[in-house]
């Protein structure tokens, strides 16, 4: 006897994205206080991505952060494609990034500082992050 699906167990929900609604970190004076929503909520989250080394910490899923610490002593051509290919694959991991494009980078004494704009669900981003290398 074949089994017959019972129809009566139909979803009957929608399935709607949650606000970005956060705690606001004030870096300047390393204090955490308020609320933030919006493009500032994603900057935050963009912010802690690129942060947070991946693999290190066992609070967070191994989708989370960014790995440049294998970047260190590497050729500064290499480091230029490998920074765009990581921070591109970390920020998609967030479905409310859409895009990362228009890198350039400036190499300094063991340092380059990378820009790049983020596409979000909230409008667009400049960012910047130095990369030790």
Request: net charge negative.
């Amino acid at each position: 006897m074949i089994p017959t699906l019972n129809d009566d167990l139909q979803p009957d929900f929608e399935v709607c994205q949650q606000p970005g609604r956060t705690y606001k970190m004030n870096l300047e004076e390393m204090r955490i206080g308020g609320s933030v929503d919006g493009i500032e909520a994603i900057k935050q989250a963009i912010y802690k991505i690129l942060n947070t080394q991946k693999f290190q910490y066992l609070i967070y899923s191994w989708d989370y952060g960014i790995e440049l610490t294998d970047l260190f002593g590497e050729s500064t051509a290499l480091v230029y494609s490998e920074i765009e290919n990581r921070i591109r694959e970390a920020l998609q991991e967030d479905d409310r990034i859409t895009d990362v494009r228009d890198f350039s980078f400036e190499s300094g004494k063991r340092q380059v500082l990378v820009r790049f704009t983020a596409y979000t669900t909230e409008g667009t981003a400049d960012i910047e992050k130095v990369v030790m290398v």
